[in-house]
């Protein structure tokens, strides 16, 4: 460690996460950590107890579940949040070229540098990467129900075949800017940040792309044809798939969806919310650790 007067830095590891114990053990090989192992339910009181307490810079070791939790909690406190990714798919480490690696991942946690990025907000509830309402909930409810018998992954495969066969359908009202859309669809989805229309890459980010929050709402129910979709964006482009008759895809600052339904999906926890959802894009509104010069050549 460079400078050993520093304060420790509050770490909070997720004993839930499959690998929790690894990341304890690399959080406290690094040094320059006070580490806990916290219960998912009460991380977020730990995390915001933390920067009321002083902390400038506090760590999170889990999942995007576990890391938009901590978003949450410190939400306009001027604290750092720190990643150990440790879950499934580290969407948010990944877009901040954090290392894998968890010993590396705690040197940059310690010593990196400090970036701003944009999130969104669904009502009160902050989210990093995407939100959802439709085939996705019915397609998380599903994995849960399994995961437990067969594991994540084959969980995952299980539910997105039976999704295959049976689409569901609900009706939801978009509005922006005072005009209102009604479908008829499997899925809405929200994405922070401008985000990929074409295959294989459909619904990531796109790297150095606009600002705002990109939705995109699928209309039509068979899972082939919103394939088909993709195959079309890849031939024809982003603006040809904006007015396919298959899907609706726009970029805006703010968007209110009234779903009939009390339930989303937010960084891929499902969530209860308002049957009203207002979607808000908030740019620059969390302090991420992100890797710094020394700390990539280190």
């Keep these: 460690m460079s400078n050993d007067t520093r304060p420790l ?3 909070f590891v997720n004993p839930q996460a499959g690998n929790a114990r690894s990341a304890w053990r690399a959080l406290r ?3 320059g950590f006070d580490v806990a192992e916290v219960d998912p339910a009460s991380l977020a009181d730990h995390v915001r107890n933390a920067a009321a307490g002083g902390a400038k810079r506090i760590l999170v070791a889990g999942g995007d579940g576990s890391v938009t939790a901590g978003a949450n909690a410190l939400a306009g406190s001027g604290a750092e949040l720190a990643i150990l990714p440790c879950g499934t798919l580290n969407h948010l480490a990944k877009g901040l070229s954090l290392p894998l690696d968890f010993a590396e991942a705690a040197n940059v946690a310690r010593d990196g540098s400090v970036v701003s990025i ?3 907000a669904v009502n009160d509830r902050i989210f ?4 959802s309402v439709g085939a996705y909930v019915t397609f998380v409810r599903a994995r849960e129900r399994l995961e437990r018998a067969v594991g994540y992954h084959i969980a995952s495969f299980i539910a997105a075949a039976r999704l295959f066969v049976h689409l569901p359908l609900f009706r939801v009202t978009v509005r922006t800017d005072d005009v209102a859309r009604d479908y008829l ?3 809405v989805f929200v994405g922070v940040g401008e ?3 074409k295959l294989p890459a459909l619904g990531a980010r796109v790297a150095g792309g606009r600002t705002g929050l990109h939705v995109m709402v699928v209309r039509r129910r068979s899972g082939a044809r919103t394939l088909a979709l993709g195959l079309a964006a890849a031939a024809r482009g982003v603006d040809a798939v904006a007015a396919t008759p298959a899907m609706d895809a726009f970029l805006v600052r703010s968007i209110r969806i009234e779903p009939h339904t009390h339930v989303v999906s937010v960084d ?3 969530a209860r919310v308002a049957p ?4 808000r894009h908030l740019p620059g509104a969390l302090r991420v650790v992100a890797p710094s010069r020394d700390t990539e050549r280190a």
């Design 9 to 11: 830095i509050p770490a």
């Design 29 to 31: 090989g690094a040094g």
């Design 118 to 120: 944009d999130a969104a």
């Design 128 to 131: 990093l990467n995407t939100s």
């Design 185 to 187: 669809t499997p899925l």
């Design 195 to 197: 985000r990929e229309l």
């Design 268 to 270: 891929g926890e499902l």
């Design 276 to 279: 009203v959802l207002e979607y």
